[in-house]
Each structure stands twice: as C-alpha cells, then as structure tokens.
C-alpha cells in the first residue's frame, strides 16, 4: 500500500500532497453531503442503446458546485456517450485509494477496468492536487510499457479512471504464485523497467510507487506500470521532500525526508529486482518510516550466494545508498554486464511472449467483496449483470 508523510513520526496512508486547498476543501467536504449537485444522474435499468450526442441533456450551466468544480478539468462531468453503457463484471481488488471493478464497455465492445475512487475520501485526506496529476500524467504518458489512461470522469460522490482491463493480473501475484524467477526472466522484466523509468524520468516524472502491485501484465506476460497516484513532475536539479511510496521499496534518501529526486525511483528497482530473483525482500517491513530508515541503513544488502555476479552487482548498484552512485541512466544499463546481448528495445523485448507468466498458474482469486459495493453512488451497486450506468 502507498502512503506519504511531510514530515517525522508515522507515515499516514497517502495523506499530503495538494496543501493549497487543505482549510477551504475541508469546509467544504463538512458541507458535502448536504451539498446539491447538478450532474446528469443515470437512470438504472435503462435500455443499452447509446444515446447520440443530440439526445444528451446540456452542461450543466456556471457555476458548478464546488464539489464538482473542484474536480475539473481532469473528471469532466459527463462521461461520453459510449462510457455510458457500461456493465459491471466483477470486482478487481481495493486499492487504498479506490476500489478497481472489472466493466464490459458495451459500446467498444471491450472490457476495462475502472477504479472508482469517493470524492469525500480525496478531500478527507487532502490529496485533490495528486488525483489530478495522476490523471493528468498519465493521460501524458504513452509507451509499450506503461498502462496507459483510457478515460476519466466524474458522478455526484466518485470519480472514475478507466483503462484497458489486464486480464493476467499483476506481477506481485504471479511472483506469489511463482515464488522467484530465473535470471533470464528477471532480465526481460528489468529491461522493461529500465526502458519504462528512463522514459518517465526524461519527461520530469517520478513515478514513486514502484512495487510488483503495480506492474500489471499484458495477455503475452509483458509489464505496464500502473498507479501513478504518487507520481509528480520534477523539474531537472529540483528536488522532493515528501516521504511517500510503500515502505519497503522506499530509498533512504525518501525514507529520511529528502532532498531526493528520480534516482529514488532505481532504489526500487533494486528492492523489486532482488525480490524477483530470490523470492524474498532485501529488508524486512518495519512499522514505520522511521524503523525502516535503521533496517535500510544497517542492511549491507548482499545478494544471495545463488545470484550470478553480474546480478548481484546490478543489485549492488541499484541498492546504492548515495543517489549520486546509484545507476540511472540508460547507458548505464546498456553497457551492464547482466544485460549482456538485451536490445533495449521495446519491440524486440516484446517479440515473445513471457512463458511463466502467460503459462496457467494457481492464481489467488480476490473473492467479490459485497461490502465494497455498498458505499457507492446506488447506480454502482447494481448487479453485474444489470448494466452500468443505467
Ligand atoms: N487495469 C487493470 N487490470 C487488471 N487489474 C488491475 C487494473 N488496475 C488495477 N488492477 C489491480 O488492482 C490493484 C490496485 O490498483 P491500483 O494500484 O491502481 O489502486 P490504488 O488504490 O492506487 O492502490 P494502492 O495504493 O494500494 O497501490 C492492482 O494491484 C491490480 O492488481
């Protein structure tokens, strides 16, 4: 689970990031139930057809209620006509964030999978500015290996992110599944990586949550990198402070509250790649931060005796405590003794497909957890086989 802090003690889930409208969202949000909204609402039970844009009411008129105003530009108001026939298939997983169902874009054709994220809970946490930029980056960003936004938009009390659905799953579950890889898959898997952080960091991005969870597969094993809700845009020399990321993946340099910048983002690689080869985390979690800065600082992080040289010193550089003798450039990987003979190249890595991970595997099923249904806006909790929004 991600989770950022601003300063010493316990790092709180997510919490701080869009400061400038702490006071006034949360007068706001103590209003919000009460607040009147003029948004279309979606009849349940309505036939599927799609509506043409001519039969869809106007924009609501200006001024917006805050409570949808705030969330403009990124969550437009009405979803385009095909986003209206959507139907619910199933429940993905509960992020801390928001909770992923899997939907049948009827219109497309197409299954996806939308994260539906309560409004009430951005602003109770204070993370307005980072929802944004999370949509915004990653409507941005395009690349083989990053899962890219298919559409977002808003409803009365949620806001909604929809992408392709990767029917696979994540890397952290094969990797449960699998217990660790061989070296030659941990090679394709971090060439990929390597190819997909270079490319974010050259556009100023810091993902900041690299973690297997958010990693998912596509249908031939190949890796996007998802959940970009930490992620921020850093200007060349500027640098970060907030403590933000999933504990155990997270640079020392994050970990002590900065200054840090996208070096961090390798740190994890590291942590992950180690994982990966030899089916156990470098350090072991701690409670908080501040704990987990010791455990970091005291490990010497060797590599187990298995790992073949070229792999342990690809981890010994990636698990560098001083950011400035951390790899992080692409050349750096290119002329790589563990990368020996690897074209960074994103169609030849994809040539392929990843055998242990398109191979059937014993797969943990997250049961449909009816609790989760329950809070959402009444056209969510329709059945799955009703359509969505009506
Ligand atoms: N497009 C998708 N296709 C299939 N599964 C998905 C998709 N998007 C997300 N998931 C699953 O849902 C999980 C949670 O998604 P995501 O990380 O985006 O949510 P979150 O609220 O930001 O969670 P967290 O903060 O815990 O990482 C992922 O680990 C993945 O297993």
Redesign the pocket.
């Known amino acids: 689970?991600?989770a950022t802090s601003s300063g010493p003690g316990p790092a709180p889930a997510?919490p701080p990031q869009g400061r400038a409208v702490g006071s006034w969202v949360r007068a706001l949000l103590s209003r919000a139930g009460s607040m009147p909204v003029s948004v279309p609402v979606p009849v349940p039970g309505l036939a599927l057809a799609p509506r043409g844009p001519a039969e869809e009411p106007p924009l609501p008129g200006w001024p917006l209620p805050q409570l949808v105003s705030l969330f403009l530009p990124e969550f437009p108001v009405r979803p385009s006509a095909r986003q209206q026939q959507l139907k619910i298939l199933g429940f993905?997983?509960k992020?801390?964030?928001?909770t992923?169902l899997k939907v049948l874009d009827c219109g497309r054709e197409k299954v996806c999978?939308v994260?539906v994220v309560p409004k009430v809970e951005v602003l109770r946490r204070d993370t307005l500015k980072q929802c944004k930029e999370e949509v915004s980056i990653q409507r941005q960003v395009r690349h083989p290996f990053v899962?890219g936004l298919g559409d977002s938009w808003q409803g009365q009390r949620h806001l909604f992110i929809m992408?392709?659905?990767?029917s696979t799953?994540?890397l952290?579950?094969l990797w449960r599944a699998a217990g660790c890889f061989a070296e030659a898959t941990v090679r394709l898997f971090a060439a990929e990586l390597v190819l997909v952080l270079v490319y974010l960091h050259d556009l100023g991005i810091m993902h900041r949550?690299v973690k297997m969870?958010?990693i998912?597969l596509d249908e031939r094993g190949h890796l996007k990198l998802?959940?970009f809700?930490l992620s921020r845009y850093l200007q060349w020399g500027e640098r970060a402070h907030t403590i933000c990321g999933t504990l155990q993946y997270m640079a020392p340099e994050v970990l002590s509250g900065g200054p840090y910048s996208h070096a961090a983002d390798w740190w994890s690689l590291g942590v992950l790649l180690f994982a990966l080869a030899s089916g156990e985390f470098p350090v072991a979690p701690a409670g908080d931060h501040v704990a987990m800065l010791e455990r970091v600082k005291q490990s010497s992080y060797e590599s187990p005796p298995a790992f073949s040289p070229e792999l342990a010193r690809l981890l010994a550089e990636l698990l560098c405590h001083n950011p400035l003798y951390r790899l992080r450039y692409l050349h750096h990987f290119q002329g790589h003794p563990f990368f020996r003979g690897v074209a960074f190249d994103a169609d030849l890595l994809q040539k392929d497909p990843v055998v242990v991970a398109v191979a059937p595997q014993p797969r943990e099923q997250s049961p449909p957890d009816p609790a989760t249904f329950a809070d959402f806006d009444y056209d969510l909790a329709a059945s799955p086989d009703r359509p969505w929004p009506g």
């Open positions: 689970m991600g997510r993905v997983a992020g801390s964030f928001g992923i999978a994260k899962h992408c392709t659905y990767c799953g994540d952290h579950a949550d969870e958010n998912l998802t959940d809700g």
